[in-house]
């Protein structure tokens, strides 16, 4: 898995202040933010409406990710958060699994209870193979290429772009991570993007709360 910033809304904490400031302000947004006054004052502003769940000030707050090496059963898990979530994914449409242009296999995910047991691992593994020998079959007979995908698993990997703001970000993190029960693939997605976030907006931390330990890395194939 790789999750890259792509861009990033500078000065999450003067947006923040002046988006909230508006509300109450006699002074246009365009005042209050040529403006603004000491980094406290922003700050205490800031902790207040986050700390009270009043959040729509937040949603001008944006990041773009780049996120590559992630499964199809990933996929599925993080589409489910819609609301101030964008997405653009790599099509099995129109990206060729054949073996002759992936070396071999489809790039593919797998979890770290079958990476760590061989004899787990090696039926993964030929199933991935039955998998790939069907697809090339399937397209050898002219097959599109947007139907013999339906013979591949899951595990598939696959690259996205996707943009949300801070109040869908903090939404997700608490579902994924803080809260018991998610996935490991998709906690280790969020979290990721969770710190990324926090080494440009350090200020945030304390609305992150700690993640839950995770077990084994996760390997590609």
């Avoid at 205490?44 to 959040?55: D, E, Y």
């Amino acid at each position: 898995m790789q999750v890259d910033i792509l861009v990033m809304a500078p000065d999450f904490l003067r947006i923040i202040w002046c988006a909230a400031r508006t509300c109450y302000s006699a002074r246009t947004p365009q005042e209050l933010w040529s403006k603004p006054p000491e980094r406290e004052e922003m700050l205490r502003l800031a902790r207040k409406i986050l700390s009270s769940g009043h959040w729509s000030v937040v949603e001008h707050c944006t990041v773009t990710f780049a996120v590559a090496g992630v499964s199809r059963a990933l996929l599925a898990q993080y589409s489910r958060h819609r609301i101030g979530v964008s997405l653009s994914v790599q099509s099995q449409r129109f990206v060729s699994e054949r073996s002759d242009y992936n070396q071999g296999l489809f790039d593919a995910v797998v979890p770290p209870s079958v990476a760590g047991r061989p004899e787990a691992l090696a039926l993964y593994r030929e199933e991935l193979q039955r998998a790939q020998k069907a697809y090339d079959a399937l397209t050898s007979l002219g097959i599109p290429k947007e139907d013999a995908r339906f013979v591949l698993p899951n595990a598939a990997a696959t690259n996205f772009v996707t943009t949300l703001n801070l109040r869908s970000l903090l939404d997700i993190y608490h579902k994924r991570v803080a809260t018991p029960g998610a996935q490991w693939e998709i906690r280790r997605l969020v979290r990721r993007m969770a710190e990324l976030v926090l080494e440009r907006e350090p200020w945030l931390a304390e609305f992150f709360p700690p993640a839950a330990p995770e077990g084994t890395e996760a390997v590609q194939e």
